[in-house]
DNA sequence: CACAGCTAATTGTTCAACAATCTGACAAGG
DNA sequence: CCTTGTCAGATTGTTGAACAATTAGCTGTG
């Protein structure tokens, strides 16, 4: 156990008393997920069921199925009778999200041409939104508006498959730069970019948009992996 | 921890990191994907927790959340209260499947230049499967090669997740051609097509080789729709 | 035929128990 | 001092049963 006064203990009494749904499997997974989001669990931390289980009042299966869902998206990593652990994504990780999120977000700027305009509006407003987050200094908002950038750009391809695999990708990218203790300034610098690629989208010019998109990605990738050799190898048994 | 530069060290961590065990669910969840892949299963039939459960000696529990797995490779849709279903893909599903796909596969493709020999050789390996299954007449075996075939295409990119998310699109296609019930001769007019692509490949000319995919691409999947609407919409009810 | 109500069947969730395995401490021996 | 074996405690893996919640099917009535 790393603390003793351990807050996170509250958050989530405090997220067990917010509400029902549907589904007590997918409310438990949700729980959890928004929690990793915020840092309430470190990157490599363990999540022991009966601890957890007792805080949400939710039996260990409901616990265990919801531990499956999350597992499946990369947030959590299942070690066979050890437990699970919050993800660690690793400089290869890095790497290897930024190869998918070429892929598929390139492909989306290149087939723009043939996007409703809504979707295209929505990559502006992500962009509009940033700015005004940064305008207020909201860090915070910085980043979330970032990822709803790189959602709406996504979005441009039509896809609904492509949109969840987005959704998990930029999940993990969360984890990230928890993991690098970068604050969500990290973000700020690309605000012109993208204000930039929105705008040759919103132009017609995909061509010119997906290169912009293309010199991004190089940049931030780059720039986070430089991060990760500065600060290290984050431990030696690090899951995930 | 001091640095034990020795290169046993990674091995040995690699190896642990990478050590998933047997678990009675994964087992669970492989027997019922392979049904599915087979045929037992057919799309929209609906898969009863006590009846399989005692079939496969296991409990509800652990079937339950077996199934969680396979819902989230989209092999199966659980529906609240009502159940689990093998999924039906609709003729819109095709064409999502084929979005991402292309995405994918094309930008592999586009990047093979970097990749190693043995990748390009694992696609020609392939390819020589699909051809001697040919020539023994082996529906199923074609099949299987030309999965694999595109499969060794994404693999090019040198992406953990984008092959792992290509296994789950391509085990999706399995549903798709069970529902056209198009035999699996449906594959054989497109091993030309593929031993042409990895000759493209082999050969270096990879722009030649993308537009050859692309070109595979348009005319798989103007296929597949129209032996979709020939068949009509396949129920009312159905889930996918 | 439409439809409200009832019953049976099925899933959602919890709980308690036990088996399998890991963890950590501690003693024995080199 | 370091390694190794052993043992007890803790945690996960899996099972089976129980009950609640919801759906599906049937029945009788108008």
Do not use: C
Not at 124 to 149: K, P
Not at 198 to 222: C, H, K, N, P, V
Not at 230 to 238: E, T, Y
Request: proline content about 3%.
């Amino acid at each position: 156990m790393t603390q003793d006064t351990e807050e996170w203990v509250d958050r989530l009494a405090k997220a067990r008393a917010t509400g029902e749904r549907s589904s007590m499997i997918e409310w438990v997974a949700d729980v959890l997920r928004g929690q990793i989001f915020e840092g309430t669990f470190e990157p490599g931390q363990r999540l022991r069921e009966e601890k957890i289980g007792e805080i949400l009042e939710v039996s260990r299966n409901t616990l265990r199925e919801a531990f499956r869902l999350l597992g499946h998206e990369r947030l959590v990593v299942h070690q066979f009778h050890r437990g699970v652990f919050v993800a660690q994504p690793s400089a290869d990780d890095v790497a290897d999200l930024y190869r998918v999120r070429r892929a598929l977000e390139l492909s989306a700027v290149r087939g723009a041409s043939g996007a409703p305009r809504s979707g295209i509006d929505a990559v502006a407003a992500a962009v509009t939104e940033g700015e005004q987050a940064l305008g207020g200094e909201d860090w915070w908002g910085i980043g979330t508006a970032n990822m709803r950038f790189h959602e709406a750009i996504t979005a441009l391809a039509g896809s609904r498959r492509a949109d969840e695999i987005m959704r998990q990708l930029l999940a993990e990218m969360r984890l990230v730069f928890h993991i690098m203790k970068a604050p969500r300034e990290f973000h700020a610098p690309y605000l012109t970019s993208n204000r930039r690629i929105s705008d040759l989208l919103s132009a017609g010019r995909t061509e010119d948009a997906e290169a912009a998109l293309a010199a991004y990605f190089d940049i931030a990738e780059r720039q986070l992996l430089e991060a990760y050799d500065r600060g290290g190898p984050a431990g030696p048994d690090a899951p995930g």
